[in-house]
């Protein structure tokens, strides 16, 4: 598993900002697809934050743990809903994550992740869910392109 690499190229606007979220997403949506845990947290610092919908961990073992447990079948689609430049080397993302299972009805959550750049790869130090609230559904947010 190879992390997304862009040097020490300036990330200057929204385009670039979703580059960078994707170049490592894409990545963990396919190896929560394939159901291989181990690739999942290869995409995570070692000291990652994680809050899936069980207690936290932290570190890459508990990224592991955690996607193991999730059932064979499980695919994950997302959109980018908001991103921010927080330093040179942080991007925010604020996402809609839609996983869909073979055996149930499809979870809706919105994940905020933070990917730090480390070496000369990019990787999730933070990762955080919670569940769609399903009264929101039709809500509408103004999109901040800043």
Do not use: C
């Amino acid at each position: 598993m190879r992390p997304i690499t862009s040097g020490r190229t300036p990330i200057t606007g929204t385009r670039e900002r979703e580059e960078v979220l994707r170049g490592v997403l894409d990545q963990w949506k396919a190896a929560v697809d394939a159901h291989e845990p181990q690739r999942v947290a290869s995409l995570f610092t070692d000291d990652a934050i994680f809050q899936g919908l069980h207690p936290y961990s932290v570190g890459r073992r508990g990224v592991a743990d955690y996607y193991e447990a999730q059932p064979n079948g499980m695919a994950a689609g997302y959109r980018i809903l908001e991103t921010r430049q927080l330093a040179d080397d942080l991007v925010l993302g604020y996402l809609r994550v839609d996983f869909s299972f073979v055996d149930r009805a499809t979870l809706n959550v919105h994940l905020s992740t933070l990917v730090k750049r480390v070496d000369h790869g990019w990787y999730i130090s933070h990762y955080q869910v919670s569940r769609v609230d399903p009264s929101m559904e039709g809500a509408s947010h103004e999109r901040s392109d800043s």
